[in-house]
Structures are given as C-alpha cells and as structure tokens.
C-alpha cells in the first residue's frame, strides 16, 4: 500500500511539473515549505529551472515539489501567495475574471450553494440553488440562479466586466422570475481595489405604473496579510417615478488560505418609500465559505 502510494505521489510530481509552460510566472512550494517565486526558463522530467529577481536561477528537483502554482507576480506582490478569490466580493462579482479551468464552490449563510467556473480566461458562467430546494424537490419555495461575467483587463490597475443573472424564487407552479444586466469596473489590483457598477433589471413582473429599479454598487476589498482581508459590499435601488429607494451595507472580512476562504460581515438595510425613511436597527450577520478549485 505504501509503495502504491509513492507512486502515485511520484506520477503527480511528475505530471505537476510538466504541466507548467516555459515563460510562465510560478510559485514553487518546497516539501521543507520553502516557496520561490519566478519564471519556467527550463523543465525537465526530473527538475523544473525557474528565474528568480532575488537569486537568479534555480534548478529544483521533482521529488522536492509539494506544489506549484501559476501566478502573476504585480498580483502577488509582497505576499506569500496570489489572492485566489479576488473575482467576487460578499456576493456579487469584481471585474476580475475566473481563469479557464479554475472555479470555485462557494455556501452562504449554510444553505445557498454556488458554483461558478472559467470557460476561459475572459469568461465564466455559474449557477446557485439553495440546500432545501435541492432536498425536497422544488416542493417549497426556493431560490435557483444562472449567471455569466465577460471580463477584461485595462491595463495593470483596472478591470472591466459586465454580464447577466437570471433567478427564479417559489414553488412549482407560483415561481416569481427576474433577471438583471450588470457592469462593473475595478480600481486598482488584486490585494486592494475598488469596484464601481451598475445594473438594470429585464425580467421583473410589473404592475401598472410600477418601474424597474435602477442598481447601484460600490465595493472595496484591502489585504492585509497572506490570510486577511477587510471588504465592504454596498448596494443602492432606485425607482424614480415611485418615489421609492433602498440600499443595503456591509462591512466584514474575509480569512483566506490557499484552497479556503471564509467571509463574515454585517449588514445594515434602510430605504424610504411614501415619504418615510426606514432603516434596520438590528445588524444582520453573514457568513460564507469558499473553496476554489481547478480542473
């Protein structure tokens, strides 16, 4: 059994190593928990040679490897691994994209589970139903979504994407549905930036002279360390010709390490409708976990 297993560790180093182009930025995570940071200038079937700014060249065996990964090295600056989760805030996305072949699975407030993955490096798509719907068989209200994100760079502090989502809430028979085209844009890197956007909902059911709320938000993550973050997360409705607005803020964390996130924040609500300002006086928790992968 023991030897089974050498093997296969053997055939995952070997497979790791080749997998890694020559140009490419890299993270190389020792078995003695080293990690060096640089350039594939040469690979072999028992050592990768890689181009460091610090030391120069460094050739490193095969079977010293505990991991690699492919990294932008602007992105990583200072820390010890790229933020793999910089492509979403509490819950709705940043500019920056998913890469192809990389995902995430991602739980909010234990029941609403959500998958979204790289098509490409520019385009993901995802969807979300929440654990009771799953379970009973779309026998009670429960919520099902679709999404899709089209992102791009602007240069090295910027991002630009834009999509749409679709979601459906209810039973069988008395499902309520409303989509929404979104847009945003993100100041700044992946270790701190800001996201500005904006969205119109298309599939809302309407009555006589009830408008589509126009949708705002404004959101900012900051890293302060290889495995914290600080974020807000902040949305804004408003229906003009109702005289209606709301919004909802938050102000939260996220602990991160490589392969794990955890997100908690709090939330405050307040909108005013028919001249009167309401605003939640009870601050309401939220909780996430989640788990990136790749294919």
Known sequence: ????????????AIATVQAQKIGSTVQIETKDNNR??????????????IETASTGNITIERNKIKDIEEINL???????????HASRNFMTPTAF????????????????????????????????????????????????????KLSTPLGNNAAIAGGFSVASVGASGERVSAGILYSVVTFGDKNKSLTLGGGYP??????NNQSN????????????????????????????????????GSL??????????????????????FGQT??????????????????
């Open 202 to 207: 298309i599939a809302f059911q309407q009555t």
């Open 97 to 148: 994209g998913v890469r192809k072949g990389e995902g995430y699975y991602k739980n909010t407030m234990l029941v609403l589970n959500s998958v979204n993955y790289g098509l490409t490096d520019h385009f993901s798509i995802g969807a979300s139903s929440d654990i009771i719907g799953l379970l009973t068989g779309n026998h009670v209200p429960f919520v099902m979504s679709f999404n899709t």
């Open 36 to 49: 060096i940071k640089g350039k594939v200038i040469e690979k072999t079937e028992t050592a990768l040679t």
């Open 74 to 84: 602007v992105d990583a600056g200072k820390f010890a691994y790229e933020n793999q």
């Open 213 to 248: 709320p126009l949708l705002f938000t404004i959101s900012g993550q900051y890293r302060l360390s290889d495995n914290f973050s600080l974020l807000t997360e902040n949305w804004f409705a408003s229906a003009v010709s109702a005289g209606a607005g709301g919004g909802v």
């Open 278 to 295: 309401v605003v939640a006086a009870i601050p309401i928790p939220f909780v996430s976990v989640t788990i990136p992968f790749k294919s």
């Open 1 to 12: 059994m023991k030897n089974v297993f050498l093997s296969f560790s053997l055939l995952f």
């Open 252 to 273: 939260g964390g996220r602990y991160m390490r490589k392969g794990f996130a955890f997100d908690f924040a709090v939330m405050f609500a307040g909108g005013t409708a």
